[in-house]
């Protein structure tokens, strides 16, 4: 779900409308992307809400147990991968009685597609065993919670805790830590150190979808490799010094 490419000449209009003027790279520019003032900040993300107003997650789940599901299967794999495996194991399992039920090998041959899908396997087999044992079968609404079950870091809470229950949480995956450091937006050296960074700088009306617009927007244009700076619709906001514009 790529954001529609803007030209270079819309980009330059919406930030002359913003009443921001675009970026002369200097001999002296430090390799380093200066730190967006919040003006900048403001408009960056009316821009990616303007194109995207009601950004989802790309993985597919049917509830809130098949989400953190999915989360868990998602680490170090793609969110199309995951999709292709748990089709058809959501049809079959929504619940952590009904993957108690399946049992290890039958999840196993569901998933086994997936990276380390021995492991992530036993993760949700352990995982459901304590919903259902402490949880009455729920997803706790509670990150302390979340974060003590097998497999659930940080960043799955934060996912969860943001698409299932509409909390301003921003998971701070591969893609977020990369266009946060290159924008300039929240630098910061570790994946915990961008999260707080964002919490200070987000604005208020942007905080519910931010995780979404920053991952999507590097998933599709702030590629790693690659990024497509040319059809950047932030390109004269972004302070990234290495970014080529042609
Ligand atoms: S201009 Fe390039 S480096 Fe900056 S956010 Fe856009 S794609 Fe990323």
Redesign the pocket.
Same mark, same amino acid.
């Given at each position: 779900m790529a954001p529609p490419p803007k030209t270079p000449a819309s980009r330059n209009a919406a930030g002359k409308a913003a009443g921001l003027k675009a970026r002369k790279p200097s001999a002296k520019q430090s390799t380093k992307p200066a730190t967006l003032s919040r003006a900048r900040i403001e408009e960056l993300f009316a821009r990616l809400a303007a194109a995207n107003p009601e950004p989802r997650s790309e993985l597919e789940y049917v509830n809130v147990y098949t989400l953190l599901v999915a989360v868990v299967l998602s680490a170090q794999a793609t969110d199309a991968g995951v999709n292709k495996a748990t089709r058809a194991l959501f049809a079959q399992v929504q619940t952590p009685q009904q993957m108690l039920d399946l049992g290890l090998d039958g999840l196993k041959a569901h998933i086994k597609t997936i990276g380390l899908f021995n492991p992530k396997a036993k993760n949700v087999i352990a995982l459901s065993e304590i919903l259902v044992r402490q949880h009455g079968g729920a997803v706790p609404r509670d990150r302390a919670a979340l974060e003590a079950l097998p497999g659930v870091g940080r960043k799955t809470a934060n996912v969860v805790l943001n698409i299932a229950f509409g909390e301003e949480t921003c998971a701070v995956d591969t893609h977020i830590f990369r266009?946060a450091n290159?924008?300039g937006l929240a630098p910061g050296k570790t994946p915990l150190a961008v999260e707080l960074a964002l919490e200070k700088v987000l604005p208020k009306a942007y905080r519910r979808h931010a995780h979404h617009w920053l991952i999507l927007h590097g998933r599709y244009? %702030?590629k790693a490799r690659a990024? &497509? %700076?040319p059809v950047?619709p932030? &390109?004269d906001l972004?302070g990234?010094t290495a970014?080529v514009l042609a």
């Open positions: 266009v290159r924008l244009i %702030c990024p &497509a %700076c950047c932030i &390109a972004c990234y970014k």
